[in-house]
């Protein structure tokens, strides 16, 4: 999935110029969106694949993107784009239990979310899943 974005500053009135200058970008609008996911499932303790092991890597495409320094206002700044790459994986260890690991930010991008807002490093997760 994704979406290419493309914007322009028609109207600037009763903003400030520098901000927000007529034919530019407008800030926070990166340009180019997109995702892929390639999933798997396995059997599992029942032999069901249903009830099985699961496996998810999925990526994330954000592109540059123009920015303000300041929340509303304050200069523009380019920020470049970014790619991240995710994994969940959960196995049943039995009927009505699964073990699970998530792990996000897979190769521990550096990136920013807004001027001066890094991005979250690389994380992960591990627990089990109880259905009663």
């Not at 092991?53 to 994330?60: F, G, M």
Request: hydrophobic fraction near 40%; glycine fraction near 14%.
């Amino acid at each position: 999935e994704g979406a290419w974005v493309r914007t322009e500053i028609q109207d600037n009135t009763g903003l400030a110029p520098g901000e927000f200058p007529r034919g530019e970008a407008l800030p926070g609008r990166p340009s180019v969106v997109a995702g892929l996911a390639l999933a798997f499932r396995g059997a599992g303790v029942t032999g069901a694949a249903e009830r099985g092991t699961r496996a998810r890597l999925s990526a994330r495409r954000v592109g540059a993107q123009t920015v303000l320094t300041e929340r509303f206002s304050g200069a523009r700044v380019r920020l470049g784009g970014y790619t991240l790459v995710g994994l969940d994986a959960s196995t049943e260890v039995a009927p009505g239990a699964r073990l699970f690991v998530r792990l996000e930010n897979l190769f521990d991008t550096r990136y920013a979310t807004a001027f001066d807002r890094p991005g979250l490093p690389a994380t992960g997760s591990v627990g089990i899943d109880l259905r009663f």
